[in-house]
Each structure stands twice: as structure tokens, then as C-alpha cells.
């Protein structure tokens, strides 16, 4: 469950009597869209209908049997969420929009890269002051995935910049290779590996480019910058980094 603090309230009317369910503002979006795959009661505040949710009071178990046709709250919450509607103060609003706001700064740092620059990866600190150029304003009440195009769009005339990944090719010696490459192959997508007779070890992962300056720190630092790296292009002609 998640606590009161992260949860809104979902308030459906019917039949003269109130419904109201506190639940996580993201979960209660993806559930009105029909896209919700997780576990609800992860993302409750409460597994509980309550007729005012900030006082705690309760509706009648009639009233529950007439509107939804069960009393069982792990039932009636998806329907409220559903049918009713979606409560949030002004307070809530503001940090649910800072949250999104951070959380896209950040999707699209780590993916994108300036292509005037050799694809350099975008500082988070640029994306930010561009978007505030361009007065982009984030909806709390999206995704941030689907807002990802449109602040594409804003941040182009002002910014050289473009989604890509890249590919490189890691080369670890056989006293890191152990714990070096386990992480390694979990920062991307490991499209080859090879363990060579002398222990070390070479993998190559593709990754959002964006990501590239952290990357190379992380095989600096598990390999006391003894890993050799290449970059990969897209026809697959190495160039030493």
C-alpha cells in the first residue's frame, strides 16, 4: 500500500450516496485508461470504500449491494476509480507536477544526445533551462511518457537534439570480470558476450546515449579504469574511445 500523503481521492456519486477510494494518482490514471496491470492493492491507501474519505466514515453496505453489487472493496475501488472522479488539492497538484516535471527532465536526458556535438549526451541542467524557455508546462494528470514528444517539439528550435542509443563494446580484465560484468550487462541491453581463455571478459551493450558519461563510470570504477572500451557505430566499425 502506499501511504495517505501519496494517495488522491477517486469520488463517485450514485444512487444518492457518496464513494470515495484513496489511491495513487499514476495507478488511478492507468486504471481509468484500461492499462492497469499491477496489484491494486499496491498502489491503495487503504483497502477500504469510505463515504468521506477524510473523515473515515463509511457508506451503508446497501447502499454498496445497489451500486456496485458487492460489498467487497478490493471490487468496488476499480469501479470507482473508473466511473468517478479524480480529487487532488492545489498542494497535490503542484508536487505531482514538480514530480513529473523531474521525472521527464530525466527521461529525457538519459536518452537524448546533441547531434551537433558528436551525439554528447544533453546536462539535465540544459533540458530544464529549455523547457522553462519554452514555457513548457508538464500535466500532473499525464503520463510522462506521452509528454515526452511534445516537449520534444518545444525544446528542438531552442536546442540541437534527438533520441539515439549506442552500442559499445567493453572489454574486462579477468581480476574485474566477475563482479564488473554482472553489472555491465544490466545497464543495457547485452547483445553479445564472450569469456576469453584468460579470464576477461567482452560484452557489448546498447543503451540510450544519453547515458554515456555514466557508463563509462561505471566500468571505471569496478575496473580501477583497467577496461578497455570501444564504441560500436551503426556500421559496426569500432572506433576506440
Do not use: C
Amino acid at each position: 500500500m502506499i501511504s495517505l500523503d501519496e494517495a488522491v481521492t477517486a469520488r463517485l456519486e450514485s444512487h444518492g450516496a457518496r464513494f470515495e477510494v484513496l489511491v495513487d494518482p499514476d495507478a488511478a490514471l492507468s486504471i481509468r485508461r484500461g492499462e492497469f496491470e499491477g496489484d491494486l492493492e499496491e498502489v491503495i491507501a487503504a483497502e477500504d470504500v469510505f463515504e468521506d474519505a477524510s473523515r473515515g466514515d463509511r457508506p451503508a453496505e446497501s447502499d454498496l449491494e445497489d451500486v456496485f453489487g458487492t460489498t467487497e472493496p478490493l471490487e468496488v475501488i476499480p469501479q470507482v476509480i473508473r466511473e468517478g472522479e479524480i480529487q487532488i488539492t492545489a498542494e497535490q497538484r503542484r508536487e505531482m507536477q514538480e514530480q513529473k516535471r523531474r521525472q521527464l527532465i530525466d527521461r529525457i536526458a538519459r536518452n537524448a544526445v546533441n547531434p551537433q556535438m558528436d551525439n554528447a549526451p544533453h546536462p539535465p541542467e540544459r533540458i530544464e533551462n529549455a523547457l522553462e524557455e519554452a514555457g513548457f508546462t508538464v500535466d500532473p494528470m499525464e503520463p510522462v511518457e506521452n509528454q515526452v514528444d511534445d516537449a520534444l517539439d518545444d525544446l528542438r528550435p531552442l536546442i540541437p537534439i534527438r533520441f539515439e542509443e549506442v552500442t559499445v563494446a567493453v572489454q574486462i580484465p579477468a581480476e574485474y570480470a566477475g563482479s564488473a560484468q554482472a553489472k555491465i550487462r544490466q545497464y543495457g541491453d547485452l547483445e553479445r558476450e564472450e569469456w576469453q581463455p584468460d579470464g576477461s571478459w567482452i560484452g557489448v551493450v546498447t543503451f540510450p546515449a544519453g547515458l554515456q558519461n555514466d557508463f563509462y563510470d561505471v566500468v571505471n570504477e569496478n575496473t580501477s579504469g583497467e577496461a578497455e572500451t570501444q564504441l560500436v557505430s551503426d556500421k559496426d566499425e569500432l572506433s576506440t574511445r
